[in-house]
């Protein structure tokens, strides 16, 4: 018997390029460190070649342990472009903070495979071992500024919380196994559409399930440690994470709910309602309070989960499901970008010894980079949903799948919570452009400059036609 | 004389609840951490139970992938733990309070 392993080739290419890269950065001259970077770029730009070309080509693979399909492609290209715009946002960043060291590029990088796996796991157990290979890593990475204490204690606030998360995760899986005797997803469904599964233990499994990711992904009430964690970690490691960690929870929740669990629909689709509700106003009202900008992007992070949330809740309508998925994809695509941008202007504007990070310090900044402050207002237009940013479509799609499932009520939710949250958005950009204030100055580096220009361009440009961006989202179709 | 599956599940229940009931509780940074293990141990005797009850492999398979990733965890948790210790002297949670807002 051979085995296949094309299914998991781009999880190896970046898993195989981070093992080398943790050997070779020992042997390479301090002069010589700039090559790190730039090979774990070049092998992400090489898993999403091979990414890219497995479009269309729907196979599982390794026992149906894993399964590929255009969703699964989708969702891998965001991590790998995300894992890219990451390392263009720390390269100068930790030669400035001082914490220069390869291994950096190394954990990223084993992150990212986790990530990859974790959008084609067609069984719970490789859902547990990628949400590990994912986290651990990043605790790590939010340790990274040590001796820092702030850094220091992000990094064990994440780590006693990921870890107590997974291990709720881990207890579910344990429970849905009992009841149905089956780990894979396909399994699980069987099992319960025979009818010799023990459904309350099904339901209690599943809901063991949600809790465990929601933590992972920050939703309210689970959210408690994600602002002091986005706080306290070296900044490109939050804008990594805050995308990242965060879509690849939900890009598998949205895997499991999908295909395993639309027999518990009736039981679970009010708690999602209500996470979804309590995530969005929890999250957007909370942000209006934070001075810190760091905090207020991680609030902010919160609410966008509670939005990405609604996309669950018909979760076992058959009729209007792919549109729902496609929706929430869709966001995910739009708030990957946006917020890259975003991070990409905290990098530049922070200052030594983690100075320049209040909201205040952003005073005047607009008028004296009116580029930066332009980019600045699209990011934020684009949070709140206004057109003729990219953000607007992202809510328009989900939205108007929100309300073909006939949740009037959480959409109308959702838009009140939009509304609190331009207040927040909108004070960044008055405060860059209305008031005087200190002279910061901005550190203008290529890769940065580049990373704030290509994001900016990219929300307003597929904002003005979003049409193929989102045809691709709607084929990014989920195998049932 | 074989012991009902429903013991075990029990147990485990019992161990888990005191696991997470000492995540929340308790203070001492290591203190916690023994609890997260206690967390994961019960899940795994849980699906030892389970695979033995239906007689699989696939549960004890399960249970050593969840081990290694344990003391994976515990590799990096302890690593954290002793960087804080040296430059406070202290794994207190409740003195982790340079975050808040």
Request: charged share 10%; net charge neutral; with cysteine.
């Amino acid at each position: 018997m051979t085995l296949d392993f094309t299914p998991i080739l781009p999880f190896m290419i970046v898993a195989g390029a981070a093992l080398a890269l943790l050997v070779l950065d020992l042997f390479w001259p301090v002069r010589l460190k700039w090559l790190t970077p730039l090979l774990a770029a070049a092998s992400l730009l090489a898993a999403l070649v091979v990414e890219l070309g497995q479009a269309n080509y729907l196979r599982a693979g390794l026992s149906n342990m894993v399964i590929i399909d255009n969703f699964s492609v989708f969702a891998n290209a965001i991590f790998i472009c995300s894992g890219i715009a990451a390392i263009a946002l720390a390269y100068d960043y930790i030669q400035r903070t001082g914490i220069n060291h390869g291994e950096y590029y190394v954990l990223m990088l084993f992150s990212i495979s986790g990530m990859l796996l974790m959008s084609t796991a067609a069984d719970l157990i490789i859902v547990f071992l990628a949400l590990e290979l994912l986290s651990v890593p990043l605790y790590v990475l939010t340790g990274f500024a040590r001796p820092r204490l702030d850094s220091e204690e992000a990094a064990l606030k994440y780590f006693l919380l990921g870890a107590f998360s997974s291990g709720v995760l881990l207890y579910g899986i344990a429970l849905l196994y009992g009841a149905t005797s089956y780990t894979s997803l396909h399994g699980i469904l069987s099992a319960v559409s025979r009818g010799t599964a023990d459904m309350p233990l099904v339901v209690v499994g599943a809901a063991f399930l949600l809790v465990g990711v929601a933590f992972k992904g920050g939703v309210v009430p689970f959210h408690m440690w994600a602002p002091d964690v986005y706080q306290g970690a070296p900044t490109s490691v939050t804008g990594f994470m805050s995308v990242g960690a965060k879509a690849a929870g939900f890009v598998a929740l949205l895997r499991i709910f999908v295909v395993a669990f639309p027999p518990v629909a009736v039981e679970l689709t009010s708690v999602m309602n209500f996470l979804a509700s309590l995530t969005m106003l929890i999250g957007n009202i909370a942000a209006i309070g934070q001075r810190n900008i760091k905090r207020m992007l991680a609030y902010s992070g919160i609410a966008q989960a509670g939005y990405m949330l609604m996309a669950f809740v018909p979760f076992g309508n058959k009729a209007i499901i792919n549109d729902s998925v496609a929706s929430m994809i869709f966001y995910l695509a739009v708030y990957a970008i946006a917020s890259f941008g975003a991070w990409a202007v905290v990098v530049a504007v922070e200052q030594a010894e983690g100075r320049g990070l209040d909201i205040d310090d952003y005073a005047g900044l607009g008028r004296r980079y009116p580029l930066l402050g332009v980019a600045m207002l699209i990011f934020m237009l684009s949070f709140i949903g206004l057109p003729p940013t990219l953000g607007f479509w992202g809510k328009f799609y989900l939205f108007r799948s929100v309300i073909e499932g006939n949740y009037i009520v959480l959409a109308l939710v959702g838009m009140l919570a939009s509304l609190i949250s331009a207040y927040y958005y909108l004070r960044v950009v008055v405060m860059m452009f209305l008031h005087d204030g200190a002279n910061i100055t901005v550190r203008r580096n290529w890769l940065l400059s580049g990373l704030v220009g290509v994001s900016a361009l990219a929300v307003l440009l597929l904002g003005l036609m979003p049409g193929p961006l989102f045809q691709m989202a709607a084929d990014a179709l989920l195998r049932l | 004389m074989a012991v009902p599956v429903a013991y075990y599940l029990a147990l485990s229940a019992v161990l888990f609840v005191m696991g997470a009931l000492g995540v929340l509780v308790r203070r001492n940074a290591i203190v916690v951490f023994m609890s997260l293990e206690l967390m994961f141990n019960a899940a795994n005797l849980a699906f030892v139970a389970f695979a033995r009850y239906y007689l699989q492999l696939d549960g004890q398979i399960i249970v050593f992938f969840v081990m290694t990733v344990a003391a994976a965890e515990v590799a990096v948790g302890l690593a954290l733990m002793v960087a804080i210790f040296r430059a406070r002297h202290s794994i207190d949670v409740d003195q982790m309070s340079i975050l808040k807002g």
